[in-house]
């Protein structure tokens, strides 16, 4: 398979507990994007990479949230201190030019 | 503010039947406007893409339009299938600013086929 994936798919945790979501784009895509996702709402933008630099970042990301991607290929997404508001489907993507960005299946989360 | 409106939030419909999903958006600059597929649980899957210069595109029962000048996008599905059940979702992208490009999703319809 040479899509985007994302480990885990799903994830349950206690409210004040850490995650860390992976993401691996496709292989060639020096693009790399997290959104978030609630039920019944579309996606919306976290951050950006381009190869290794983290270029921008949303305002939705707050100081609990913190993205990487160190060799500018899989990226994490970690939240610390997990609040009950963070429970999202968390999705990345991945793209060769800005144009026709592959999701990946996304990560579940759910705090309780 | 940049914004993606879709209608209807959602629709059922029969299979075999056809239907079509609105977008109105009004993002500036416009660079390009998508249409994805989202099945429930899942990453979206682009079905469309479209450029200002672009009316029209299909991909095999879907057909987006564009209209750039009032800003308006339809999806149309033909010959509904049950596997058509889905959300629906309108992204559009603004012109490249440095090396980003930032997609605004709507919210998507919510389409239902029964048999």
């Known amino acids: 398979d040479t899509g985007v994936s994302q480990n885990p798919r799903h994830k349950i945790t206690k409210r004040g507990q850490n995650v860390t979501f992976r993401c691996d784009p496709i292989s060639e895509h020096n693009r790399l994007y997290w959104y978030r996702q609630t039920l019944g709402q579309g996606p919306e933008f976290l951050t950006y990479?381009?190869?290794?630099?983290?270029?921008?970042k949303s305002r939705l990301l707050s100081d609990r949230f913190s993205a990487e991607r160190p060799k500018g290929s899989f990226s994490t997404l970690e939240i610390q201190r997990t609040e009950q508001g963070d429970s999202a489907m968390y999705l990345c993507?991945?793209?060769?030019?800005?144009?026709?960005?592959?999701f990946g299946p996304g990560t579940r989360l759910t705090v309780t | 503010k940049n914004q993606v409106e879709q209608s209807p939030q959602s629709l059922i419909i029969l299979e075999g039947k056809n239907c079509t999903l609105q977008c109105n958006y009004t993002v500036s600059p416009f660079s390009n406007l998508r249409w994805y597929k989202q099945d429930t649980g899942r990453g979206p899957v682009s079905l469309t893409i479209m450029t200002f210069s672009e009316n029209t595109k299909s991909n095999g029962r879907y057909t987006a339009t564009l209209d750039a000048d009032t800003k308006q996008s339809s999806l149309h599905i033909t010959a509904s299938q049950l596997s058509d059940s889905a959300s629906y979702i309108c992204v559009v992208s603004e012109r490249i600013k440095a090396a980003g490009n930032k997609l605004t999703f709507g919210g998507g319809t919510r389409v239902l086929v029964k048999p």
């Open positions: 990479f381009q190869n290794e630099a983290q270029l921008e």
């Open positions: 993507a991945s793209s060769l030019t800005p144009e026709g960005q592959y």
